[in-house]
């Protein structure tokens, strides 16, 4: 199953209120929550009481993913804001299996990220604990990047790991992804697809989710 997670990186924060309701009802059915701290990624963006604002107009599963160092610090905090899933990057984690554990012992769903440098196999040992994994197609800390070709063999990776391990976790994929790369994305073996740009950039949120999880939906039914 396909999921669209829009990410309000991009959305105005003026109206966020009224983008976040368009883009759940173009059929978004998770929000992105993009924490960066200015010093694991070159930007600075929100924190827990955006979150704690944001939770009361949307029901939606917000997933937290911290861009910062010193994830363990801060997990209390967002998930007592209102997160859903946290998720945190491999980059910077010195004790993972600690890590993940955290998340979980908050009753989040927890969540691994890696950079585009960063190779699959960095995650063997964690891969039975997560809840889903988040390959970044960018490099982080902005919106609006070209996504990185390369990426997507990080997707079919994991497609295969999964599958001769018997695991369950999820793939979600992050950066660059529009109406012109969707498709490879999913087909590739992309299930969360988290979107920025595309669902608030230009245009009316909700037909742009529409369009976009409707591209994403065809290319996976030519994958089956």
């Not at 989040?108 to 196999?121: E, F, M, S």
Request: aromatic share 6%; net charge negative; with cysteine.
């Amino acid at each position: 199953m396909i999921q669209l997670a829009a990410s309000i990186l991009s959305a105005d924060f003026a109206h966020l209120a009224d983008q976040v309701r368009a883009a759940t009802e173009g059929g978004t059915s998770v929000i992105h929550f993009d924490v960066m701290d200015g010093h694991f990624v070159p930007n600075i963006t929100i924190g827990p009481p955006v979150l704690q604002s944001l939770r009361k107009f949307t029901k939606l599963p917000v997933d937290c993913h911290l861009m910062i160092e010193n994830p363990d610090q801060y997990i209390g905090d967002f998930a007592a804001a209102g997160a859903n899933w946290i998720s945190v990057h491999q980059e910077v984690c010195r004790h993972l299996d600690r890590t993940l554990h955290l998340i979980k012992s908050h009753n989040c769903r927890a969540g691994v990220v890696i950079n585009p440098a960063t190779p699959v196999d960095t995650l063997t040992e964690v891969l039975e604990i997560v809840d889903y994994v988040l390959v970044m197609s960018v490099n982080p800390g902005f919106g609006g990047q070209k996504l990185i070709p390369n990426t997507m063999r990080k997707l079919r990776q994991l497609s295969d790991l999964r599958a001769r391990r018997g695991l369950n976790f999820l793939i979600e994929v992050d950066g660059g992804i529009g109406f012109d790369t969707v498709g490879e994305v999913v087909r590739s073996g992309g299930e969360i697809l988290v979107a920025g740009n595309a669902v608030f950039g230009k245009g009316d949120p909700k037909t742009n989710a529409e369009k976009l999880l409707k591209t994403a939906q065809d290319a996976m039914m030519v994958k089956l």
